[in-house]
Nanobody
C-alpha cells in the first residue's frame, strides 16, 4: 500500500510562489511509485475536488488544467519517490486544500476520472490573500 504525504502549503500573498511536495512511501510489497502516474488535485471551500496537474511515469509527460496552465508546473523525482507542484503567480482563487494522488496506471491526463487514482494524500492547505 502506498502512503502519500504532502508538504509545503501555507499562507501567501497574491503573486507569490509556493512549491508543494508529495512523498510516497511503501508500506508493504514492492515499490510501485515508479509505475504510477501521479497527480495533484485541489478542493476549495464549498467546491468539488478538481484536477490540477498530472505526470506520467513512462515519459514524464504532463497534463495541466487550463485554470493553472502557465503558472503551475508538475514534476517528479523517481529516485526520491517525490512529486512536486511549483505554483507561481498565485491568485486568491487558488486557495484550496491540495492533495496528491497515485494512479492505478502509468499514464493519466486531465480527462482521466478520479477513480483512476488509487491512493490519496491527506492534503495541504494553500491560502492566497489578496
Amino acid at each position: 500500500q502506498v502512503q502519500l504525504v504532502e508538504f509545503g502549503g501555507g499562507l501567501v500573498q497574491a503573486g507569490d510562489s509556493l512549491r508543494l511536495s508529495c512523498v510516497a512511501s511503501e508500506r508493504t510489497g514492492p515499490s510501485t511509485f515508479a509505475n504510477r502516474a501521479m497527480a495533484w488535485f485541489r478542493r476549495a471551500p464549498g467546491k468539488e475536488r478538481e484536477f490540477v496537474a498530472s505526470i506520467d511515469w513512462i515519459s514524464s509527460t504532463t497534463s495541466t488544467a487550463d485554470s493553472v496552465k502557465g503558472r503551475f508546473t508538475i514534476s517528479r523525482d523517481n529516485a526520491k519517490n517525490t512529486v512536486y507542484l511549483q505554483m507561481n503567480s498565485l491568485e486568491p482563487g487558488d486557495t484550496a486544500v491540495y492533495s496528491c494522488a497515485a494512479a492505478r496506471f502509468p499514464i493519466t491526463d486531465q480527462h482521466s476520472p478520479q477513480t483512476d487514482y488509487l491512493f490519496w494524500g491527506q492534503g495541504t492547505q494553500v491560502t492566497v490573500s489578496s
